[in-house]
């Protein structure tokens, strides 16, 4: 096996709310990315998905626990070398024209990271803006216009093509095409699944759509309240998925099957905060399989079968359902 890329040790971010209590936003996450592989992280709004990529890119500092990164710890970095990982590490976000100058053209955009990482000269990246818009299947031509003259699909392919201009080691997507149309979404995932095959990327994929993540990734790692309830290939997340969340995500996800006969069930997604403060399982506000050991105990992760993890009191291995 590939020595591993990434790699989160009990990885924890806690905020601050009022003058006496904390918002425990991640709690003792452990995840591991080998190189050319594509990991997606799913689980509803606050669920701590976001943070533990901000987390990854140095964007939010961590609380605890250790973030590695072709084996060296990477977790405190000073500012040059937070330069150096940034290097490596390259992140998409959800909204493409939050990032851009709007006074600065798709060129000059483009060109930035190439000549702020000392690889190539100003005019030598000119000359590779046709190569760049080109591999995201722009025309040369967009490199003149200006950002707010783009649709939000070119906006995002041309930050696409701005992380991978400088060939990181990682490239994470933070909700990259949540913002888009559908048949725009559609474009993207084929982009960036070409990409990946070409370039052998290695990618940290996350969304709150279980159907879009398990499309484009290897492996789907489950968060709920900031605490990580189950990961398995992508594959067999339909077959195989156990936590009684991630049951929950799955029933929710529609196909054109489901037409007239298929009902969402409205829940308090207030109940994530409220599991966020407890001792025991985060879910257990939320969960049919309750049981009194779940508001004592926080269960942690155990083996269910090859690739596949499970937090859940509920669960033992070999009985994944």
């Known amino acids: 096996m590939a020595e591993t890329l990434l790699e989160l040790k009990g990885l924890t971010k806690t905020f601050p709310v009022g003058k006496r209590d904390v918002l425990r936003a991640v709690r003792g996450v452990d995840l591991a990315l080998n190189p050319g592989e594509c990991l997606g992280i799913v ?29 060296r710890d990477v977790t405190r970095l000073s500012r040059p070398q937070r330069r150096e990982l940034w290097r490596s590490v390259q992140m998409v976000f959800q909204d493409p024209y939050s990032v851009f100058s709007p006074r600065m053209t798709v060129g000059d955009f483009l060109t930035e990271g190439l000549v702020y990482f000392g690889l ?32 939000g699909g070119q906006q995002q392919r041309v930050v696409i093509a701005r992380a991978l201009s400088i060939q990181p080691k990682l490239l994470i997507l933070d909700e990259a095409t949540s913002a888009l149309d559908v048949s725009v979404q559609r474009q993207i995932l084929k982009l960036l ?38 990961a398995l290939p992508s594959a067999a997340l339909r077959q195989e998925a156990s ?3 991630t049951r929950r995500l799955l029933e929710s996800v529609f196909s054109t099957a489901d037409r007239g006969r298929k009902q969402i069930g409205i829940e308090d997604l207030s109940q994530i905060e409220k599991g966020q403060m407890l001792e025991g399982c985060p879910y257990q506000p939320r969960c049919p399989e309750a049981m009194p050991r779940c508001a004592d105990a926080c269960p942690a992760l155990a083996g269910m079968g090859p690739g596949h993890t499970v937090a859940c009191h509920a669960r033992k291995p070999g009985n994944a359902r």
């Open 120 to 151: 190539a000269t100003r005019q030598q990246a000119r000359g590779m803006l046709p190569e760049l818009l080109g591999r995201v299947e722009l025309p040369a031509e967009l490199a003149q216009r200006l950002p707010h003259q783009l649709s």
């Open 243 to 245: 936590h009684p969340y």
């Open 43 to 71: 689980g509803e709004s606050g669920c701590g998905k976001s943070t533990v990529a901000r987390m990854i890119a140095q964007l939010t500092e961590v609380t605890d626990g250790h973030i590695y990164f072709e084996g």
């Open 193 to 230: 699944m070409r990409l990946k095959d070409e370039m052998n990327l290695t990618m940290l994929f996350i969304g709150h759509d279980l159907a879009v993540v398990r499309s484009v990734t290897d492996r789907i790692a489950v968060m709920y309240a900031g605490q990580l309830v189950e």
